[in-house]
Protein backbone atom coordinates (compact mmCIF):
# COMPACT_ATOMS: atom_id res chain seq x y z
CA UNK A 1 0.00 0.00 0.00
CA UNK A 2 1.46 3.61 -0.72
CA UNK A 3 1.74 5.86 1.95
CA UNK A 4 1.42 9.42 1.52
CA UNK A 5 3.36 11.94 3.25
CA UNK A 6 4.67 15.38 3.28
CA UNK A 7 8.13 16.28 1.70
CA UNK A 8 8.82 17.78 5.35
CA UNK A 9 8.60 14.12 6.80
CA UNK A 10 11.35 12.72 4.71
CA UNK A 11 14.17 11.72 6.72
CA UNK A 12 17.96 12.81 5.26
CA UNK A 13 18.90 9.70 2.57
CA UNK A 14 15.39 8.89 1.85
CA UNK A 15 13.94 9.12 -1.59
CA UNK A 16 10.41 9.46 -2.85
CA UNK A 17 7.97 10.49 -5.76
CA UNK A 18 6.42 13.81 -5.61
CA UNK A 19 2.65 13.11 -5.83
CA UNK A 20 1.06 16.47 -5.74
CA UNK A 21 1.21 20.40 -4.68
CA UNK A 22 -0.98 20.95 -2.20
CA UNK A 23 -0.30 25.02 -2.85
CA UNK A 24 -1.91 27.42 -4.96
CA UNK A 25 -0.64 30.66 -6.98
CA UNK A 26 2.98 31.80 -7.89
CA UNK A 27 4.26 29.68 -4.99
CA UNK A 28 2.66 26.39 -7.06
CA UNK A 29 4.52 27.92 -10.23
CA UNK A 30 7.81 28.60 -9.30
CA UNK A 31 7.99 25.10 -7.41
CA UNK A 32 6.78 23.58 -11.22
CA UNK A 33 10.22 25.47 -12.35
CA UNK A 34 12.19 24.38 -10.00
CA UNK A 35 11.36 20.88 -11.09
CA UNK A 36 8.70 19.88 -8.29
CA UNK A 37 6.41 18.26 -10.30
CA UNK A 38 4.32 15.30 -10.02
CA UNK A 39 6.39 12.01 -10.69
CA UNK A 40 9.70 13.77 -10.15
CA UNK A 41 11.79 11.43 -8.00
CA UNK A 42 13.29 13.71 -4.62
CA UNK A 43 15.78 12.95 -1.85
CA UNK A 44 16.56 14.49 0.97
CA UNK A 45 20.25 15.30 1.15
CA UNK A 46 20.76 18.23 3.95
CA UNK A 47 18.98 19.66 6.77
CA UNK A 48 20.12 22.99 8.52
CA UNK A 49 21.35 21.81 12.44
CA UNK A 50 18.40 23.33 13.34
CA UNK A 51 16.15 21.90 11.47
CA UNK A 52 14.59 24.63 8.86
CA UNK A 53 15.30 24.84 5.52
CA UNK A 54 16.00 21.51 4.49
CA UNK A 55 17.76 20.51 0.86
CA UNK A 56 16.29 18.38 -1.43
CA UNK A 57 18.05 16.96 -4.67
CA UNK A 58 15.80 16.97 -7.71
CA UNK A 59 16.28 16.61 -10.91
CA UNK A 60 19.52 16.85 -10.54
CA UNK A 61 19.57 20.19 -9.05
CA UNK A 62 20.24 20.86 -4.94
CA UNK A 63 17.43 23.25 -3.97
CA UNK A 64 16.63 24.46 -0.47
CA UNK A 65 13.19 24.33 0.96
CA UNK A 66 11.63 26.02 4.24
CA UNK A 67 9.36 23.23 6.29
CA UNK A 68 6.57 25.55 5.67
CA UNK A 69 6.63 25.10 2.09
CA UNK A 70 8.02 21.25 1.93
CA UNK A 71 4.46 20.68 3.84
CA UNK A 72 2.35 21.85 1.04
CA UNK A 73 4.55 18.77 -1.19
CA UNK A 74 3.26 15.61 -1.24
CA UNK A 75 5.12 12.65 -1.85
CA UNK A 76 5.03 8.79 -1.71
CA UNK A 77 8.16 6.71 -0.35
CA UNK A 78 10.03 4.79 -2.53
CA UNK A 79 10.61 1.27 -2.16
CA UNK A 80 14.31 0.50 -0.51
CA UNK A 81 15.85 -3.09 -2.43
CA UNK A 82 18.11 -5.21 -0.16
CA UNK A 83 17.66 -5.00 3.41
Known amino acids: MEKI ?8 GQSATIKSLEI ?12 FI ?12 AG ?11 LALRNEDARQIMIS ?3 QIGG
Open 52 to 62: NPRAYLIRGTM
Open 24 to 35: EGIKRRRLQDLG
Open 77 to 79: LNQ
Open 5 to 12: LSLDQLKL
Open 38 to 49: EGSAVQAVYANP
